[in-house]
Structures are given as C-alpha cells and as structure tokens.
C-alpha cells in the first residue's frame, strides 16, 4: 500500500507534525483545517460564515490537489467550540455541496488550534 502525501501552496501549510493529506488508493484522508488564509498564515478575521467559507475553501484546494473536489467528500467531521454555530455550518455547506451530502459528524470542543473557532476534516474517495 502506497501512501502519497498531497500538498498544495493554495491551502494553509501544516501547523504541526502532519500532511495537508494523504493518499492512499482511491482513498483520501484530509487532515483538520481551521480557518487559516493560505498567504498569510493568520485566521480569517470574519464572521463564522466567512471562516467555515475559508475552510471549505482550503478544503476544496486540497481536495483538487489530490485529483477530487468537494463532491469527493464522503466523510466530513466538523469540530465546533459553540455549538450554536451548527445553523450557520448548514448554511454555508449548502453552497458548497450538494445532494448527497456526505456523511457528517459535529463535535462540540473546548478549545481548537490557534484559538480558532471551527476545524473540518474529511475522507474523500475518488471515482
């Protein structure tokens, strides 16, 4: 089993010890993104709306890197420190996907890396 590590300047570098994602067949394991401005390295200073729009932004970059897009995602884990963010979550991911939504899991967490508010990661499987 091969493992590619896919990396693209157009989403936000790794802040740690791991790959923006890794590929593995037709297997995509997209690693966490929080709302970081690729050029900048900084967070989105906007609203929730605009930094869920930055992650799936990168997210999108991401993915497109590895040879998919966002209608790849079969697997989309969201990491919320308010959950009172969840309306806005589905707001925004409806101009971003479309039906079949991908399978979905959202988690209320204390804290999340660089004081951001949101992370998503995904598993994406190219056709």
Do not use: C
């Amino acid at each position: 089993m091969v493992h590619e590590v896919i990396k693209t300047s157009n989403a936000p570098d790794a802040i740690g010890t791991y790959s923006q994602a890794i590929k593995v067949d037709q297997m995509v394991f997209l690693s966490g993104q929080i709302p970081l401005i690729p050029s900048t390295m900084t967070l989105h200073p906007g609203d929730i709306s605009a930094q869920i729009r930055q992650i799936l932004d990168n997210l999108r970059a991401v993915a497109g890197a590895a040879g998919g897009d966002l209608q790849h995602i079969v697997k989309l884990t969201i990491y919320l420190t308010d959950l009172k963010n969840f309306d806005a979550v589905n707001q925004v991911m409806t101009d971003y996907f479309q039906p079949p939504y991908p399978a979905r899991a959202v988690v209320g967490v204390a804290s999340l890396p660089r004081g951001a508010a949101i992370e998503m990661d995904a598993i994406m499987i190219l056709s």
